[in-house]
């Protein structure tokens, strides 16, 4: 490494020590958090243009997709985004955030399985009367979904091996016709 080389590393260290010091840790922190939120949505639009073609889903239609004129803006801006973060994570001597994968799943199907318990005919009420007949039908279906968030989260947690949990579920299979 030459002098010069040298100086400016030496520059650019106290250059970053200079922004570092310019927050507190607090500051930091909200800094941190918010720009890990703009990373990840950024990585999840890369995901979802990389895809090509829109997931068919039973209540969800995808409307309006980026042209592919679009979709090429919108990949360059998302590079753009994430080197933005990339530096401001560096200057500002941000600490870098884990994300616990199976406890996100853990906690997103925990979560569904709240929505869906007050899903059931007899919750259904507080929105109107239910007419009988939904107890019978409905009922097993949402304990079908019930069940199965369940086993989910039982899989992220690694309770049970996965194929004992697929016999299961090929298992408490019932016919809702």
Known sequence: MTESDAEK????????QHLASLLNANHRRVLASTLRRVELAAWRLER?????????????????????????ALLRLTKQIRQEVAELASDYDLEVGEENLLATIRAEFMLLWCDLEDARPQKLRAYGTVNPQAFGILGPR???????MLFMNDVASG????VLIQQEIDESK???E
């Open 9 to 16: 590393q030496d520059a650019a260290t106290k250059e970053k």
């Open 48 to 72: 979802q243009i990389a895809q090509r073609e829109l997931p068919q889903l039973a209540l969800t239609r995808f409307i309006n997709p980026p042209r592919p004129s679009q979709q090429s």
């Open 142 to 148: 949402i304990q079908r979904l019930i069940e199965l």
């Open 159 to 162: 309770k049970e091996a996965p």
């Open 174 to 176: 019932v016919s809702y």
